[in-house]
C-alpha cells in the first residue's frame, strides 16, 4: 500500500510560520509532480502548490510569495514552508501526487489553524 505521512502542522497566529513535511513511499514519489493540497471546513480540498520531479514549482495565487514547496527525491520527502500566515489558511494540509485520479492512498493530513 502507498502511504503519505504529512506532519509538522499546529496552531500558529497571524503573521507566524510552519513548514509541513510529507514522507511518502518510494514507488512514484521520484516519477511525479507531486502537490499540497488543503480543505477548510465546508469547503473543497484544493491543490495550493505543486513541484515537478525536477524541482520547478507552481503556486496557486492566494499563497504566491508566502509559501514555499521543496522536494528532496534521496529522502522520498516534500515539503511546504508557510510563511505569513493568514486565518484563511487554516485547513488540514494534505500532499499528494498532482495527478487525476492521485496516485496515494490519501493520508491523515495535518491541521493549520491560524488564530490569535
Known amino acids: 500500500q502507498e502511504q503519505l505521512v504529512e506532519s509538522g502542522g499546529g496552531l500558529v497566529q497571524p503573521g507566524g510560520s510552519l513548514r509541513l513535511s510529507c514522507a511518502a513511499s518510494?514507488?512514484?514519489?521520484?516519477?511525479?509532480?507531486m502537490g499540497w493540497y488543503r480543505q477548510a471546513p465546508g469547503k473543497q480540498r484544493e491543490l495550493v502548490a505543486a513541484?515537478?520531479?525536477?524541482?520547478?514549482?507552481s503556486y496557486t495565487d492566494s499563497v504566491k510569495g508566502r509559501f514555499t514547496i521543496s522536494r528532496d527525491n534521496a529522502k522520498n520527502t516534500m515539503y511546504l514552508q508557510m510563511n505569513s500566515l493568514k486565518p484563511e489558511d487554516t485547513a488540514v494540509y494534505y500532499c499528494?501526487?498532482?495527478?487525476?485520479?492521485?496516485?496515494?492512498?490519501w493520508g491523515q493530513g495535518t491541521q493549520v489553524t491560524v488564530s490569535s
Open positions: 499528494n501526487t498532482k495527478t487525476d485520479p492521485v496516485l496515494y492512498y
Open positions: 518510494r514507488r512514484f514519489f521520484n516519477i511525479y509532480t
Open positions: 513541484i515537478t520531479s525536477g524541482g520547478t514549482t
